[in-house]
């Protein structure tokens, strides 16, 4: 840990600094993060216990996906897939704990195999899910945005009119990733020659260990020339999205709001993935009751939304928080580690990739 604090201790620093800087904005604003314990009350026990049964098969889905992507790599062929799930849970733990998304180095230090199965070959794998889940997710959004026909509804006090902006250079920018993404699976060995030619001439052996993380990093790329493993992965991810989406309509409904239209949900739904898409605070603080209160601001009254809305985005927030950490937890005995050994696990990663 104390090694971990060393390497991180800016991204750690700032991120709180973020987190107390969103904080003291929605207090400005007048948007509750916790909110009265009456409003609270006025969500149903049944839309908590069914929105936590579709946000687990979501989060099933959603790790589940990981198998195809490293399917078509060799190296992984003999690794089961429950260690696979197991992995993909304590990363997911490991991203919300951890700042600015550093946790991402969780699932291949601790999926790697030393001198078998390289940490850069299972890093490009979890790089093309964050791209892929990118561009899916955001093109899910605009759609929902079309179909919704989102209008501002009183006076609110975000920003709503931006969303639209902010969806379209969101799907832009994961779009080009994308294609960069392709083209370097592609056209890996020219990428190799390339560093071979320029860096080469400067450092042989620097240019002989690029050359060697490169073909690893394309090694986890294997999968884009598989038809049927891209095609179940994106096929998963509309599957994670709507059971997503209907969690969070049963707990809006639940609440006493008007229940959303399933263009609207959708619409939430993609905010807040947008949100937490972002390197973010720990626990995706600030972010994350941005992104809710902005999606239910563009379809409820001000008054609905500060009101028990506030009760809904705080609940939401402690199960997608907490859930994950919990499975996280028990993913972890089951491989029979401690927070303390992964935490080990993932420094030895940082150190040497390979």
């Not at 550093?102 to 850069?120: C, D, I």
């Not at 759609?143 to 609110?156: I, K, N, T, Y």
């Not at 056209?187 to 073909?215: C, I, P, Q, Y």
Request: glycine share 8%.
């Amino acid at each position: 840990m104390r090694e971990w604090l060393l390497r991180h201790w800016i991204a750690l620093v700032s991120s709180i600094a973020l987190a107390l800087a969103l904080f003291g904005l929605l207090r400005m604003i007048g948007l509750p993060v916790v909110p009265q314990r009456a409003l609270l009350l006025r969500i149903a026990p049944w839309a908590v216990a069914l929105h936590a049964v579709l946000y687990l098969g979501a989060l099933y889905v959603r790790s589940y996906r990981w198998v195809w992507l490293l399917a078509p790599i060799p190296e992984a062929a003999h690794v089961p897939v429950r260690r696979i799930m197991a992995v993909s849970f304590v990363g997911y733990g490991a991203v919300i704990l951890m700042p600015f998304r550093t946790g991402e180095v969780v699932r291949p230090a601790l999926l790697r195999e030393k001198g078998k199965l390289s940490g850069w070959t299972i890093a490009a794998t979890v790089a093309a899910e964050r791209i892929m889940d990118g561009v899916v997710l955001t093109a899910l959004l605009l759609v929902s945005l079309l179909l919704a026909g989102p209008l501002e509804v009183g006076d609110s006090r975000l920003p709503v009119r931006a969303i639209w902006q902010s969806a379209y250079v969101a799907f832009g920018l994961f779009a080009v990733a994308f294609l960069l993404l392709v083209l370097f699976g592609w056209r890996r060995a020219f990428a190799v020659r390339l560093v071979e030619k320029t860096v080469g001439r400067l450092s042989a052996r620097l240019a002989e260990r690029l050359a060697m993380t490169l073909r690893r990093l394309a090694e986890g790329l294997a999968f884009l020339v598989h038809a049927h493993h891209s095609v179940r992965f994106v096929l998963a991810t509309i599957l994670y999205f709507a059971l997503y989406a209907g969690s969070v309509h049963v707990m809006v409904a639940g609440s006493g709001m008007r229940p959303p239209e399933i263009a609207q949900v959708c619409v939430i739904a993609g905010l807040m993935h947008l949100g937490a898409m972002l390197p973010n605070a720990p626990g995706y603080f600030g972010a994350y009751q941005f992104s809710v209160y902005a999606g239910l601001a563009m379809f409820y009254a001000e008054a609905d939304v500060t009101g028990v809305g506030s009760a809904v985005v705080f609940a939401l927030y402690v199960l997608h928080m907490g859930l994950p950490l919990v499975i996280a937890i028990v993913a972890l005995a089951l491989m029979r580690l401690t927070p303390a050994r992964a935490m080990a696990a993932a420094v030895a990663a940082e150190r040497d990739p390979n």
